[in-house]
């Protein structure tokens, strides 16, 4: 039974950082690529960023803020996000792709976690 497991969300003020973690269980974990996305409030669930073979990709709302990693050994992903903005509230979700390549649709990954909440204030 494949399972991811976020933790690490919580409240923030605007500038802040948190950083996620998701763990994962049930899957070959250093053969999917692997990915953050989060929706917020009345709107569509959103790529993030994804790590997976050939490096680490960022949605342009991100770039240059948060950082993903991985530490395979441990089958685990982080998400390091930095300089936080209030629009940066939503749930954010860990997600496995289906294989190694999978990118930003979210068509492309097969197991989610539950959610972790990120408020950032103003």
């Known amino acids: 039974q494949v399972q991811l497991v976020e933790s690490g969300g919580g409240f923030v003020q605007a500038g802040g950082s948190l950083r996620l973690s998701c763990a994962a269980s049930?899957?070959?974990?250093?053969?999917?690529?692997m990915g953050w996305f989060r929706q917020a409030p009345g709107k569509e669930r959103e790529f993030v960023a994804t790590i997976r073979w050939g490096g680490a990709y960022y949605a342009d709302s991100v770039k240059g803020r948060f950082t993903i990693s991985r530490d395979n050994a441990k089958n685990s992903v982080s998400l390091q996000m930095n300089s936080l903005k209030p629009e940066d509230t939503a749930v954010y979700y860990c997600?496995?792709?289906?294989?190694?390549?999978?990118?930003?649709?979210?068509?492309?990954?097969?197991?989610w976690g539950q959610g972790t909440q990120v408020t950032v204030s103003s």
């Open positions: 997600a496995a792709g289906r294989d190694r390549f999978s990118y930003s649709n979210l068509g492309e990954f097969d197991y």
């Open positions: 049930g899957l070959p974990f250093s053969s999917r690529a």
